[in-house]
C-alpha cells in the first residue's frame, strides 16, 4: 500500500465520545492526503442496506444482465480482434434522481419494493452526506452549515445516485470496469460491494484499494470541495478494475451543488491570493463531461476565464 499508511476507516460512533478528536483528525488526514476515507457505524441502519444489495442484484440479473452480456460479446470480439476498447467501460448502470427533481417513478423495469427501498436509503444517504459535509466545516475551521449552504444555489443541491454492476470480465487485460477519473461534484457517498473489490484509488503514484467492508459507506472528495476548501482537500484520480470472477455492486450517490450555485475558495481558506476559479457549477460540468477521463488541472484552469471555452449547456447530471 501506498506511502506504508493503512486505508482511513473511522468509527463514526466515536464522534460521541471522548475519542471525537483522534476520528476527526483521521477524517481531516484522508481530506488532505487521500480523498477517501470509509465509515462504519455511520447510522444508516444493516437491514436497510442489505435490502438494498438484495433487491439491486436481482435487479441486475431479472432486467440488466442479458443486455449486458450482448455488450460483452461485442466488446471482447473488437478487443480480440485488435480493436482498441480502452475507452470502453465494462459496467452496466443507471441513473436515479432524487434532487431538484426526481426520476424514480419513472425509470423503467423497476417495480415499486426496489422504489420505496431505494427512496429509504437515498434520504439516509443524503442525511448522511450532509452530516460529513458539517463535519468537513468543523474540521476546516468554517461555520456549521457553510459547505452545504454552499452548495444550495436557488433550488437545492443536485442530488443522484448511480446504481452499477461491474460484471466478471475474463479478459481483465483488455478493458477497465471504469476508467480513472477524479468525481466533478462535492461528496460522494458511496455503497459497494463487501466482497468483490476493484475500486482504487491513485496515491503517491501508486493505485491503492478501497478495501471492501461489510455495512461500511465509503466518502470521497469531489472536485468541488478541492476548489471550495482553496486546494486543502484534493479530489483524487480513481478506477474500478475488471476481474475474472465476481460480480462487484456498486451504489454511488453524489452530493453535488445546484446547477446555478457559484463555486469558489471560502474566503476563510484564502490566505492572499485564490489558487482555483469562481464559476457556476453548470459551466464546470458542462466541461467536465467532456473531458472526464482527463486530468482535473486543465478543467480549472479553464474556468480562470472569463467564459469557459466551448462550453455547451447541458443539464448537469451526478455521473462524477
Same mark, same amino acid.
Given at each position: 500500500m501506498a506511502s506504508g499508511a493503512s486505508f482511513p476507516v473511522i468509527n463514526m460512533e466515536?464522534?460521541?465520545?471522548?475519542?471525537?478528536?483522534?476520528?476527526?483528525?483521521?477524517?481531516?488526514?484522508?481530506?488532505?492526503?487521500?480523498?477517501?476515507?470509509?465509515?462504519?457505524?455511520?447510522?444508516?441502519?444493516?437491514?436497510?442496506?442489505?435490502?438494498?444489495?438484495?433487491?439491486?442484484?436481482?435487479?441486475?440479473?431479472?432486467?440488466?444482465?442479458?443486455?449486458?452480456?450482448?455488450?460483452?460479446?461485442?466488446?471482447l470480439e473488437a478487443g480480440e480482434k485488435g480493436a482498441d476498447v480502452k475507452d470502453v467501460?465494462?459496467?452496466?448502470?443507471?441513473?436515479?434522481?432524487?434532487?431538484?427533481?426526481?426520476?424514480?417513478?419513472?425509470?423503467?423495469?423497476?417495480?415499486?419494493?426496489?422504489? +420505496?427501498?431505494?427512496?429509504?436509503?437515498?434520504?439516509?444517504?443524503?442525511?448522511?452526506?450532509?452530516?460529513?459535509? !458539517?463535519?468537513?466545516?468543523?474540521?476546516?475551521?468554517?461555520?456549521?452549515?457553510?459547505?452545504?449552504?454552499?452548495?444550495?444555489?436557488?433550488?437545492?443541491?443536485?442530488?443522484?445516485?448511480?446504481?452499477?454492476?461491474?460484471?466478471?470480465?475474463?479478459?481483465?487485460?483488455?478493458?477497465?470496469?471504469?476508467?480513472?477519473?477524479?468525481?466533478?461534484?462535492? /461528496?460522494?457517498?458511496?455503497? +459497494?460491494?463487501? +466482497?468483490?473489490?476493484?475500486? +482504487?484509488?491513485?496515491? !503517491?503514484?501508486?493505485?491503492?484499494?478501497?478495501?471492501?467492508?461489510?455495512?461500511?459507506?465509503?466518502?470521497?472528495?469531489?472536485d468541488q470541495l478541492e476548489v471550495i476548501t482553496n486546494g486543502r482537500y484534493k479530489s483524487?484520480?480513481?478506477?474500478?478494475?475488471?476481474?475474472? !470472477?465476481?460480480?462487484?455492486?456498486?451504489?454511488?450517490?453524489?452530493?453535488?451543488?445546484?446547477?446555478?450555485?457559484? /463555486?469558489?475558495?471560502?474566503?476563510?481558506?484564502?490566505?492572499?491570493?485564490?489558487?482555483?476559479?469562481?464559476?457556476?457549477?453548470?459551466?464546470?460540468?458542462?466541461?467536465?463531461?467532456?473531458?472526464?477521463?482527463?486530468?482535473?488541472?486543465?478543467?480549472?484552469?479553464?474556468?480562470?476565464?472569463?467564459?469557459?471555452?466551448?462550453?455547451?449547456?447541458?443539464?448537469?447530471?451526478?455521473?462524477?
Amino acid at each position: 500500500m501506498a506511502s506504508g499508511a493503512s486505508f482511513p476507516v473511522i468509527n463514526m460512533e466515536k464522534l460521541e465520545t471522548e475519542e471525537r478528536g483522534a476520528a476527526m483528525e483521521i477524517i481531516r488526514d484522508a481530506c488532505e492526503n487521500w480523498g477517501f476515507f470509509e465509515m462504519l457505524n455511520h447510522g444508516i441502519s444493516h437491514e436497510l442496506m442489505d435490502e438494498v444489495e438484495r433487491v439491486t442484484k436481482a435487479h441486475y440479473a431479472n432486467c440488466r444482465e442479458e443486455k449486458f452480456k450482448e455488450f460483452a460479446r461485442r466488446t471482447l470480439e473488437a478487443g480480440e480482434k485488435g480493436a482498441d476498447v480502452k475507452d470502453v467501460d465494462w459496467e452496466s448502470t443507471f441513473f436515479v434522481r432524487h434532487r431538484p427533481v426526481p426520476n424514480l417513478a419513472d425509470l423503467p423495469d423497476v417495480d415499486d419494493h426496489y422504489r +420505496q427501498v431505494m427512496k429509504k436509503f437515498a434520504s439516509e444517504i443524503e442525511n448522511l452526506s450532509e452530516r460529513v459535509l !458539517d463535519l468537513l466545516c468543523e474540521n476546516l475551521g468554517l461555520e456549521k452549515g457553510y459547505l452545504k449552504k454552499a452548495f444550495a444555489g436557488s433550488n437545492g443541491p443536485t442530488f443522484g445516485t448511480k446504481v452499477s454492476s461491474y460484471p466478471p470480465c475474463p479478459r481483465p487485460d483488455l478493458v477497465d470496469g471504469l476508467r480513472a477519473h477524479t468525481d466533478a461534484g462535492g /461528496i460522494i457517498l458511496l455503497f +459497494q460491494d463487501d +466482497q468483490v473489490s476493484g475500486l +482504487q484509488l491513485l496515491k !503517491d503514484g501508486e493505485w491503492v484499494d478501497v478495501p471492501p467492508m461489510r455495512h461500511a459507506i465509503v466518502a470521497n472528495i469531489g472536485d468541488q470541495l478541492e476548489v471550495i476548501t482553496n486546494g486543502r482537500y484534493k479530489s483524487v484520480m480513481h478506477r474500478v478494475l475488471t476481474r475474472p !470472477d465476481g460480480n462487484r455492486m456498486s451504489i454511488a450517490s453524489f452530493y453535488n451543488p445546484g446547477a446555478d450555485a457559484v /463555486i469558489f475558495p471560502a474566503p476563510a481558506l484564502v490566505a492572499a491570493d485564490a489558487a482555483y476559479p469562481r464559476f457556476v457549477f453548470e459551466d464546470y460540468m458542462n466541461l467536465y463531461v467532456r473531458h472526464k477521463f482527463e486530468a482535473k488541472e486543465p478543467r480549472f484552469e479553464a474556468m480562470m476565464k472569463p467564459a469557459a471555452e466551448e462550453v455547451v449547456h447541458a443539464a448537469p447530471i451526478a455521473t462524477a
